[in-house]
Every structure is written in structure tokens, then in C-alpha cells.
């Protein structure tokens, strides 16, 4: 069933096989959009975070919203611990081009970005290792150092459970089985930003993605050649984005689709003025 709601239509999925949402500007609704993939946190889903994906599309974006596996629709709570988030983590990477190929007819200036929150800001960081093609990307509270959070995750639950298996056996199989994962790590490979816009956001007192991790990444990467165009902003929070972070994440896209690399962040500060009553 679609929703109409003043400033844009909202559809429900599935994407071939992918559940999830799409918004679109109301009245562009049938024309080609630059387009926005939002990827969910962790234990959430795409009608949870629609407020997200919302002022995305006032910004003039089709935004597309998939239920990560074992979430939304897809949904298997019970299955929601360490092993569960790798698989979402890890149908994440291998589902995006399937749904790239289902939404690449709409696309409007070949501007396709990706974006999200927590595990869909690691998704965000993991897609923008592997798509050359992606114009953008934006991550809220996610962490580029991806082996080290699981690394340091598999560890600590082997020594809170009952299993027989070292700690070196334990990440054997785990690098083994989450291979893409471990391939995707953009700490590892940063190169690849290739001076893509990218912001990156992260509360300083997060107790679940340590932001201590993102800093470090980025400042591994200042004044590098291909991050030119990295922005990042931080603020005394926790686990959770102010709404302005989410306002001045649809502005960042805007303002990376209209190609100014060297004004991208006047753009951004220009449209947060205009919703001033989050800013002050």
C-alpha cells in the first residue's frame, strides 16, 4: 500500500526479492531521482528509521530503505546477537547489488549515494570500500575499523561463554566465514574514499561503536590526496543522532550531488540555517 504524505510517496517493497521502503518527492515520483541508499541500525528496521529517510527526500532524493536480514520484515529477534549482526552485516554487502540493479533505471545524473546509522554507517563505510560508483556516502555513529570492533567483540564473548575453542581458533573461523567483511575494512584500505564526499558523525561518548576508533581513522587519513572531501563532526552524545545530524545529513547529500566539491560545506550550513529551530 502507498502512503501518500505531503511532501513525498512512500512504498512499500520487496525489491526483487528485498523487503524495504522507498520515499520519493511526491511530485517526481515516476521521474528519475539521484539516488539514496539508508541503511538501519542494528535490532531496528526501514519503517523505524523513516524519519531518516524523510528528509532525505525533501532534499529531492528517491531514498531507498531495505530491512537488513533478520530485521524488519525479515525478522528473527531471537537471532539478534554477535553472530546475527555479522550475517546482516554480511547480506548487506552481498544483497546491495541486486538492489543497485533494481533501482539503476530510475537514476537520475548516475548520482547514486549510501548512508546510514550505527550497523548501516558500517554497511555505509564497507559499500564505499567496494563501489567505485557510489558519488557519496555518509556514516552516523558507524566505525571504519571493522575487524578490530568484531575482533575485539568475538574475544569478549568467548570469554563470557562456554565454548572449547581458543581465542586464535574462534577468529580463524570467523574471518573465514565473514570473509567479505574483513576484505571491505576501509581502515584498511582508505585509499578507496578516492575523494568522494564522505561525512562521518559520532557522539563522544557512545558506549556501543567506540568513537575513539573514528577519530583515529580520520585522523589517519588528514590531509591525505583522496579525502579531500571528508567532513567530520562529533558532539558530547551517545549511541543516538541529534535530529540536526540527520538534517545536515540530507543537506551533505544535496550538496554532494550538485557537484561543488570545494563549497560542500557552506551548502551544508546553508541549509541548516533554513531549519534553524534544530540548530539552536
Known amino acids: 500500500m502507498d ?5 513525498f510517496v ?9 523487503p524495504g521502503r522507498t520515499l520519493s518527492p511526491s511530485e517526481q515520483v515516476n521521474q528519475p531521482l539521484p539516488l539514496v541508499f539508508f541503511y538501519h541500525g542494528w535490532t531496528n528496521s526501514a519503517g523505524e528509521h523513516l524519519h531518516y529517510g524523510m528528509e532525505i527526500a525533501r532534499q529531492g532524493f528517491r531514498v531507498v530503505m531495505p530491512d537488513a536480514y533478520l530485521h524488519g520484515k525479515r525478522g528473527d529477534r531471537k537471532s539478534l546477537e554477535l ?15 541486486l538492489l543497485f540493479d533494481h533501482f539503476k533505471s530510475t537514476t537520475k545524473d548516475n548520482f547514486v549515494a549510501v548512508s546510514g546509522m550505527s550497523m548501516g554507517a558500517m554497511t555505509t563505510l564497507l559499500l564505499l570500500s567496494r563501489h567505485p560508483f557510489l558519488s557519496a556516502a555518509v556514516s552516523l555513529m558507524g566505525s571504519a575499523h571493522i575487524s578490530k570492533l568484531i575482533d575485539q567483540n568475538v574475544i569478549n564473548n ?3 561463554s562456554n565454548q572449547s575453542l581458543t581465542n586464535n581458533q574462534l577468529l580463524k573461523e570467523t574471518h573465514k566465514e565473514f570473509a567479505i567483511i574483513y576484505q571491505s575494512d576501509l581502515s584498511k584500505q582508505a ?18 561503536v567506540p568513537y575513539q576508533d573514528t577519530v583515529e581513522f580520520v585522523e589517519s587519513i588528514i590531509d591525505q590526496p583522496y579525502s579531500q572531501n ?20 540530507a543537506s551533505f547529500l ?19 540555517l533554513e531549519r534553524k529551530d534544530f540548530f539552536e
Request: avoid cysteine; aromatic fraction near 12%.
Open 254 to 272: 544535496k550538496a554532494a550531488s550538485l557537484k561543488e566539491s570545494d563549497q560542500i560545506w557552506e551548502y551544508v550550513e546553508k541549509l541548516s
Open 83 to 97: 553472530q546475527g549482526f555479522l550475517m546482516a552485516l554480511r547480506a548487506n554487502i552481498e544483497e546491495f547489488p
Open 191 to 208: 585509499e578507496k574514499i578516492a575523494n568522494r564526499p564522505l561525512y562521518i558523525w559520532h557522539g563522544e561518548n557512545d558506549p556501543l
Open 230 to 249: 571528508t567532513y567530520f563532526n562529533h558532539e558530547p552524545a551517545y549511541h543516538r543522532v541529534p535530529f540536526k545530524e540527520i538534517v545536515k545529513m
Open 3 to 7: 502512503v501518500m504524505v505531503s511532501d
Open 158 to 160: 568467548q570469554s563470557s
Open 10 to 18: 512512500i512504498e512499500d517493497g520487496p525489491f526483487g526479492p528485498l
